[in-house]
């Protein structure tokens, strides 16, 4: 047996290590380790409640505006208040947009270089490459006039030394099967949503005031004043300027980004049977158009709610009070003793370092290895996140779900079986970006409507003072971020925040191995994926990638000794 180590993992965000255990040639276990925490729990405590988005938004500088989402739902959920239907389709729209706009970036520029060799883009034919993409979809730029000039562009690229994001790449591994012609197409495209991130990320500057960390969030509603006839406000103007960036964004998805995916998916159908993991997924359901009320789920919403265990045909509804966190193997400990989970309600966010000292070989995987603690649903290890939301909306017949991923299933060739896969994985993620780029365009028409007939409120001010507010409080905010089922619980008294915990996607889907030994996602979707070359293991990153992992979210100080650079060992 072998040992690898990858520390860091790149091309995500934040600090992840993952050591994996070799046998034949497969990985036989693996350990995920959360190297940096940064304690935004415990900043958040003794402050106002009607501030805490704007600093838990900070969580992330990719995840923000959830976070925000997340804050002022848990503090309306504590002071029973619901927004008014402008609020809520507005906090909808900047969703939804963010599911876009996050997808399509960790396709392309997180996840796709897993797959493309960029070294082979430069041996393709353009004009084969031409006529490959023209049969695939009616993306504009697909002439072999463009893609050679994207090869020339690439060729200077790779002449000039500087090659950026491309640099340490395992380029000729053997596990990159791609015709040159899919490399060709798949660098093009890359280089085209560089300029659709750029774009598109406009909507979160209209509808938020900035990007990435919007300022127009407010416990009881919005910020955003609407006046048709205005300039300082949303009126007609916005909406066309909206429209316009939500058609584009559904043109591309439509005609590159999904043609792009199947077309890959097709060359690699042996990761169908790769990197499944848990089979049992939770989602908290979102995109509710009726109000929820305070606390509650999303029944009913675009996003679907909803729990299956252990790989079964039931959708069982979601209790969150069945919701508890472990520090078994974290770097945490609870006064009541570290064998105990609590309820996010009663977590504590007690940082308790017992690692080695940096630099170190190895974890000591018996012991305490990560900075997440482990999230459980009654015990149960759980993976959240495109393919649980797929799953669920899939199996309960969902009207929107069920035929998207019935129509791509369909064009792979394949069954609902494949789904538990990092290919699966992969393409729920594409499939609910279709959901959420035509979703966008429903909200637009949904919220231009409800002020065109004269509802032009915003803001529910009623429990605003705090001098109406009871002496103790409790509440939980729940929202289906891009990386899956993101909950704030938030406990008030006096006025000011006593206790705040965020439990999000990436805690659920990193965590360690709880005190039963029980695994988290990552950790037993690893198992059993082959690494051809240890030195080089491409295939391990495949299995990681395919879940989007933002350790920023998932580990709310860094050590002063530092850690190396990078690292990929093998004994």
Not at 90 to 99: F, G, H
Request: aromatic share 8%; net charge negative.
């Amino acid at each position: 047996m072998s040992r690898i180590v990858i520390d860091p993992v790149t091309r995500i965000e934040g600090h992840l290590r993952v050591e994996a255990q070799l046998d034949g040639g497969k990985v036989a276990k693996a350990w995920s380790s959360t190297t940096m925490w940064r304690g935004l729990e415990k900043i958040l405590v003794g402050r106002d409640p009607r501030d805490a988005w704007y600093f838990a938004q900070r969580i992330c500088g990719v995840c923000t505006t959830v976070h925000a989402l997340a804050s002022v739902r848990a503090v309306e959920a504590a002071l029973e208040i619901t927004p008014p239907l402008n609020a809520r389709l507005l906090r909808d729209l900047i969703s939804a947009s963010q599911y876009v706009h996050d997808h399509v970036v960790h396709f392309y520029h997180l996840h796709a270089l897993d797959w493309v060799d960029v070294t082979g883009a430069l041996k393709a034919d353009p004009k084969r490459t031409a006529a490959l993409a023209q049969s695939l979809s009616d993306y504009p730029q697909s002439s072999a006039t463009h893609f050679s000039a994207v090869r020339k562009r690439l060729q200077a690229f790779v002449q000039g030394g500087r090659l950026g994001p491309f640099s340490g790449g395992y380029w000729g591994h053997p596990a990159m099967t791609l015709p040159p012609e899919v490399d060709l197409l798949a660098v093009s495209h890359y280089l085209d949503a560089l300029e659709f991130q750029r774009d598109y990320a406009r909507a979160h500057a209209i509808l938020g005031g900035k990007s990435p960390h919007p300022q127009t969030y407010l416990v009881g509603g919005m910020a955003s004043p609407i006046d048709l006839n205005s300039e300082d406000a949303i009126n007609a103007s916005t909406f066309q300027a909206l429209r316009e960036l939500f058609q584009k964004g559904l043109d591309f998805v439509q005609q590159a980004y999904l043609p792009d995916l199947l077309a890959i998916a097709k060359a690699y159908p042996e990761w169908t049977k790769i990197g499944g993991g848990l089979d049992s997924y939770l989602a908290f359901g979102d995109m509710a158009r009726d109000p929820v009320p305070p606390g509650q789920l999303a029944g009913g919403g675009v996003l679907p709610s909803g729990v299956i265990r252990n790989g079964g045909s039931h959708v069982e509804p979601v209790d969150p009070a069945l919701i508890a966190e472990d520090v078994a193997r974290a770097w945490f400990t609870y006064p009541q003793g570290d064998a105990t989970a609590l309820s996010p309600f009663d977590g504590e966010t007690n940082p308790h370092y017992t690692g080695p000292d940096p630099p170190y070989e190895y974890l000591d995987v018996d012991s305490k290895y990560s900075w997440l603690k482990a999230p459980r649903y009654d015990g149960l290890a759980v993976e959240v996140g495109p393919l649980a939301r797929m799953v669920i909306g899939y199996t309960q017949g969902d009207r929107r779900i069920r035929p998207l991923v019935a129509g791509a299933l369909r064009e792979l060739g394949a069954t609902p079986a494949v789904l538990p896969s990092v290919l699966g994985r992969t393409l729920s993620r594409g499939l609910e970006t279709l959901l959420m780029a035509r979703y966008t365009l429903e909200l637009l028409d949904a919220l231009e409507a409800n002020v065109r007939g004269g509802d032009l409120s915003i803001f529910a001010g009623g429990k605003w003072d705090p001098s109406s507010w009871p002496a103790h409080a409790q509440g939980a905010g729940f929202v289906e971020a891009p990386r899956g089922g993101l909950s704030h619980w938030i406990v008030i008294s006096d006025q000011r925040i006593e206790n705040y915990q965020a439990v999000v996607p990436s805690t659920w889907n990193a965590s360690p191995r709880d005190g039963d030994g029980n695994p988290g996602a990552y950790e037993a979707a690893l198992v059993g994926t082959p690494v051809a070359d240890p030195e080089r293991p491409l295939e391990v990153l495949r299995v990681l990638h395919s879940f989007d992992p933002c350790m920023a979210c998932a580990a709310h100080l860094l050590d002063a000794n530092g850690r190396p650079l990078a690292q990929v060992r093998v004994q």
